[in-house]
Structure formats: structure tokens, C-alpha cells
């Protein structure tokens, strides 16, 4: 069984404690369950079901630590494997950034976890792929997509008092279609905790509607244009600075966060001011765990507001080295937008470009936030609020601090995921101008 609940956790991970003679030890759980389904040319190619139950153990003396893990849970197993952590600790050498273990947290119960996510079966999976494949068939297109359904659940222990617990659902689902004649291509993606708000016909037929949409494109300049990118879009672009958000990165002049001269960009306008970002584990649509590897407590927290960069995470090491309070990771992000939908801000466009995907992003540099990539599964020119006709991909040379700077209007925030991480964000459509296409892409 690898979903242990949160009694049966802490009992494992109070006896592992209980072996060890090291100066502190620290003990961690992660189970996974699920599975997953995945098709290809309008057939299942390949299913399957996972079960993974790990142990991590850390010892320490002094500021020397050793990890071991393992996946038996007999008491001379365990035993075993703390007796390893200990040898290597005395083995290590001194790390100079170790933080003595913090004490007991107060955490509250997270809303991760969803039955009817959890209770899903290799038929559930079946049925839905089914739907999907249908439409693509109805369409007269070749379908090729993937479905995993996943419970989990982390647990935290150490030998100063400290315990956490918490456990998840998550559903991913993404398609592709493409014309049988390999001009055309369309793409949707979805995720969830609760696979009851999953429908593969729906996405399947946004997906067909981009394929047949986008055969026949024509060529245009590159150039600096006025884009619409959908949430799928919008959300990869602005990964890599949802990761810049860190204050260690900022201060060692590592980053886009980096002030010239030294230090960070706290305080700083950095922004257009309908950028507004944070995160907050307790989101309906968008929840997340209430406590990070370091055993902190995890609290709804602004990042940019109004375009103003409000806080950078901190480590309890880099907190303490600058005298300042820790400040964790976002467990989930989450930007606000407007209240128009996709279509009005079609409407409300003179001429400009609706981008579907982007493929590919790669870091150009990281001190402006320079990235590249490609366009794809449908490009469309925009003229007088009507989509006109579909266009060739372009590669873009952009940064999303320049773009954040651009923004004209924002949509409605939808729940999407990365199309490389497979990382859900809450992000809305978002119009944009002056951004910047380099050249033209003959792949679809």
C-alpha cells in the first residue's frame, strides 16, 4: 500500500526516529499511486498503474549530515538505514550552511486531496481517452494524447518535534490532432485535482478546431506584433520567472531579480500594474500543500502586486544570513486578470496575433530574462476582431519582464498547465504588444 494515512505515517516515522543516536535526524514519506493511459494515431498504445513508497532518512553531528533512502519498512530495515545515514554523516564533511532543525509547526489541513480523484480506475481512464479519440475521429483527424491520474501524500518527521503531513490528487490530461495530410495541428491541456472538472470532449474539440483551423497557413513578416497568448501559452512563458522568484538567486546577481550595483528588486516597479501574482495554498481552483521541505508553513503570500515586486522566497540559511524573516517557495501560482473572455479580447483587437502553444523555451539570459522558442498547434492572424486566417510559426526572442511591462488587457484566469513541467498555474489570456518574432518556422 503506498498512501499511508496521517496516523500510520507519524508511527513509521516516530520509530524511525526513535533508532537513531545522531545530534538530529530527520525522516520523510512520499507514497504515489495512479496511473496513466496513452494513445497514439487514434489507439491506445500503451497503459499502465504505478505504487511507490519511499523513506528518506538524514542524519547529523555537529554540521556534518548523511541521507540514505530506502523502500523496506521491517524494523531491521530501518534500523539498517539509519545506522547507514549515521556512517556517512560522520564520513561528510562540515556543511556550512547547515540550519539546525526547526521544532514543531502548526500546519492546517490542506484541500489537496479529492475521493472521486483518488477512486479512479484503469476503466475511468479507458472511457475518457475513448471520448477523446471520438471526436478526433469525427473530425476526420489523428489524435495522440495522455492521461495519468496520481494520489500522493508527504509526510515530515525530526527528532526536535517536528511533524507534517499531507496528501493529493491530480489529474493531467493533454491532446494533440493533427490533419492526416500533416498541415494542420492543434493541441489542449488540462489539470486538476478533481478529475470530475476533467473533459476530454471538450479539450479534444478546442484541440480539432485548431487542427482544421490551421491547415493552409500563409507566411507573414516577423516583426514585433500585438499577440493574444492563451492561458497554455501564457503560463510556460512566464515559468521561468515564476522560478526567478528568489531572493538568494537576486542577491548573488544571479538573476533578473538582481539589482545593478548589488542586491534585489524588493520594493521595485518592475511591472505593468495589472500584474498582480501570488500564491495561496487554500485557492479553490488552484490548491496546494500547506508546507515545504524545510518544514515551514506555507501562507497565502503576494509576489507582484500591481506590478510592484512585493517579496523573494527565503531560505531559513539566506534568512538568517540577511537578518530577515524565511519566506518559503510558492506552493502554487496564481495571477490575476480581467473579467473578459478569450473572445473579447479577439474582438477588441485591430490587428494582431492569437498564439495557441509555445514549444521549446530556452533561456537566452537570465539577468533580463531573455528567452527563446517557437510557436505551434495553431497561429492565427487577427484583423479588425476577426480571426482571418491561420499563419506560419514564428521563433520569438522575448522577456516575459518586458512583456509583463507591455500588457494591453487581461481575460478571465483559467487553471492550465506547463507543456514541459506538466506544473498547473492559474493564468489568464493575456493581449500584449511590441512582441518580438525573429523569424519564420515551417514545422506546424
Aim: aromatic share 8%.
Amino acid at each position: 500500500m503506498a498512501i499511508l494515512n496521517k496516523d500510520e505515517a507519524q508511527a513509521l516515522l516516530k520509530k524511525v526516529l526513535g533508532f537513531s543516536k545522531a545530534d538530529e535526524c530527520e525522516a520523510s514519506l512520499t507514497g504515489r499511486e495512479g496511473g496513466n493511459i496513452r494513445y497514439a494515431r487514434n489507439a491506445v498504445s500503451t497503459a499502465g498503474d504505478i505504487s511507490t513508497l519511499s523513506l528518506s532518512i538524514s542524519a547529523t553531528f555537529g554540521k556534518k549530515t548523511g541521507t540514505t533512502t530506502i523502500n523496506e519498512f521491517d524494523d531491521a530495515s530501518l534500523e539498517k538505514a539509519v545506522r547507514r545515514a549515521e556512517e556517512l554523516a560522520q564520513l561528510a564533511p562540515e556543511d556550512p550552511e547547515y540550519m539546525p532543525l526547526p521544532g514543531p509547526q502548526t500546519y492546517k489541513d490542506s484541500i489537496t486531496y479529492v475521493p472521486a480523484t483518488a477512486a479512479v480506475t484503469p476503466d475511468t481512464r479507458a472511457a475518457a481517452v475513448a471520448k477523446s479519440i471520438q471526436v478526433a475521429k469525427d473530425a476526420k483527424l489523428e489524435a495522440a494524447g495522455f492521461l495519468e491520474n496520481t494520489t500522493s501524500f508527504n509526510a515530515l518527521a525530526n527528532s526536535k518535534g517536528l511533524f507534517a503531513y499531507n496528501t493529493d490528487t491530480d489529474v493531467i490530461f493533454s491532446i494533440t490532432t493533427r490533419n492526416q495530410a500533416g498541415t494542420g495541428s492543434g493541441y489542449a491541456a488540462r489539470g486538476y485535482n478533481d478529475i470530475r472538472k476533467l473533459d476530454t470532449y471538450s479539450a479534444t474539440q478546442v484541440s480539432a478546431s485548431k487542427a482544421n483551423g490551421s491547415a493552409n497557413a500563409k507566411a507573414i513578416e516577423p516583426g514585433r506584433y500585438t499577440v493574444i497568448l492563451e492561458p497554455v501559452a501564457a503560463a510556460y512563458m512566464m515559468e521561468n520567472l515564476f522560478r526567478g522568484l528568489d531572493a538568494r538567486n537576486a542577491d548573488e546577481g544571479r538573476s533578473f531579480m538582481s539589482r545593478p550595483g548589488g542586491g534585489n528588486r524588493l520594493g521595485e516597479q518592475l511591472m505593468d500594474d495589472k500584474v498582480t501574482i501570488y500564491s495561496d495554498p487554500f485557492h479553490p481552483e488552484l490548491p496546494s500543500g500547506t508546507w515545504n521541505g524545510e518544514g515551514m508553513p506555507l501562507e497565502k503570500t503576494s509576489w507582484i502586486e500591481k506590478g510592484v515586486v512585493k517579496n523573494l522566497s527565503y531560505s531559513r540559511f539566506w534568512a538568517q544570513k540577511k537578518g530577515v524573516k524565511p519566506v518559503p517557495r510558492p506552493g502554487n501560482i496564481i495571477m490575476e486578470g480581467g473579467d473578459v473572455s478569450l473572445e473579447e479580447l479577439i474582438r477588441s483587437t485591430e490587428r494582431g496575433i492569437l498564439v495557441s502553444r509555445l514549444w521549446y523555451i530556452r533561456m537566452v539570459d537570465p539577468q533580463t530574462l531573455l528567452l527563446t522558442g517557437l510557436t505551434r498547434d495553431g497561429t492565427f492572424y487577427i484583423e479588425n476582431g476577426v480571426i482571418k486566417h491561420p499563419i506560419k510559426n514564428f521563433r520569438f526572442n522575448e522577456s516575459p519582464v518586458i512583456m509583463l511591462n507591455n500588457v494591453e488587457a487581461l481575460g478571465k484566469p483559467e487553471r492550465t498547465i506547463s507543456v514541459e513541467s506538466y506544473r498547473s498555474y492559474l493564468v489568464p489570456p493575456m493581449k500584449l504588444r511590441d512582441f518580438t518574432f525573429t523569424s519564420l518556422s515551417d514545422a506546424v
